[in-house]
């Protein structure tokens, strides 16, 4: 019976309950306006990712995402960019973008109500997959090669 009882305990302590990602409207850098959910495509992940341009590591990441995207076109994700660049270091970001030729979508957020709402700790990079439902399937401190297995997972409707 404990044994049984212990089992049990420990299943229910792996379910896991699915925290919706926050919503969020925002203006675009460059202009026009970006709903959260509007993103958000059957069979598709959106990854959101929030990075500085003073942050080397971010920039190592984003590298690396969009080259990933770019080698596979088939990669079910869309990309969707939050800087955290403070209202003093906003300027950088333009010409971090032009630098790196980086054309992916962007929010500024200097004072850091969206990035608020996704993480306590304020570390950067830190990205997030949301899946097509809303859902927040992953969140990612820091680059990581797992990110893109999980992309193809969540898409084809195989997350664990």
Request: charge should be negative; hydrophobic fraction near 20%.
């Given at each position: 019976m404990k044994l049984t009882l212990v089992w049990f305990s420990l299943a229910l302590a792996s379910l896991s309950v699915a925290k919706v990602a926050p919503p969020f409207q925002a203006d675009l850098m460059g202009g026009g306006k970006v709903e959260m959910k509007q993103r958000l495509k059957p069979g598709r992940v959106l990854l959101l990712s929030f990075w500085a341009s003073w942050c080397t590591p971010c920039i190592e990441e984003l590298n690396?995402?969009?080259?990933h995207m770019k080698e596979d076109a088939k990669l079910p994700v869309d990309l969707l960019t939050v800087n955290v660049d403070t209202s003093?270091?906003?300027?950088?970001v333009k010409p971090t973008l032009k630098l790196y030729r980086f054309d992916f979508p962007v929010i500024l957020d200097p004072k850091h109500e969206i990035f608020g709402r996704y993480q306590d700790q304020k570390t950067l990079p830190f990205s997030v997959l949301i899946g097509p439902s809303g859902n927040i399937e992953a969140t990612f401190s820091g680059y990581?090669?797992?990110?893109?297995k999980k992309i193809r997972e969540i898409a084809s409707g195989k997350s664990t």
């Open positions: 690396q995402v969009t080259k003093e270091t906003t300027t950088d990581h090669e797992e990110m893109f």
